[in-house]
């Protein structure tokens, strides 16, 4: 398979991870998780998480790289179990930019903005 454009590659991964629903498990990495389910796949977000943290505080930048596109690969198929993707995050994401984090905290803080 041809590799598809960086820039649509979410995307990409949203529907080749959709299209595994129906794959085989013994002949997909993909499958098998979503096979499993979300507590495994929660479990292995979760190692990914560390792996990128160790490779954060002593690994190359290659490694680090790395880690977080196992991060990144592993966090949509969890999306994927609930029928969400990444334009959902994208949307999130989108709507804060430009906010200040230290500005959406007080407005977190203000009294009644629970
Ligand atoms: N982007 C990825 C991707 N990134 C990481 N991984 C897999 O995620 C796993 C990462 O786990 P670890 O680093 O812990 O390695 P491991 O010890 O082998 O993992 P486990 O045995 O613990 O599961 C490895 O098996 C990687 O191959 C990925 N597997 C698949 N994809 C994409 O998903 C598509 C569909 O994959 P299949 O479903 O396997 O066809 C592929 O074409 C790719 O585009």
Do not use: C
Request: glycine share 8%.
């Amino acid at each position: 398979m041809a590799n598809p454009d960086t820039h649509s590659i979410l995307q990409d991964l949203d529907r080749l991870i959709a299209e595994r629903r129906s794959a085989d498990p013994e002949a997909s990495y993909v499958a098998g998780l979503l096979r499993d389910g979300p507590a495994r796949i929660s479990r292995k977000l979760g190692e990914e998480a560390v792996e990128s943290v160790i490779a954060g505080l002593q690994e190359s930048d290659e490694a680090l790289v790395g880690e977080i596109a196992d991060l990144w690969f592993h966090s949509l198929v969890l999306l994927a179990t609930r029928g969400l993707s990444s334009e959902q995050v994208l949307a999130v994401l989108a709507d804060r930019f430009g906010l200040s984090g230290l500005e959406e905290k007080r407005r977190r803080q203000e009294p009644g903005s629970a």
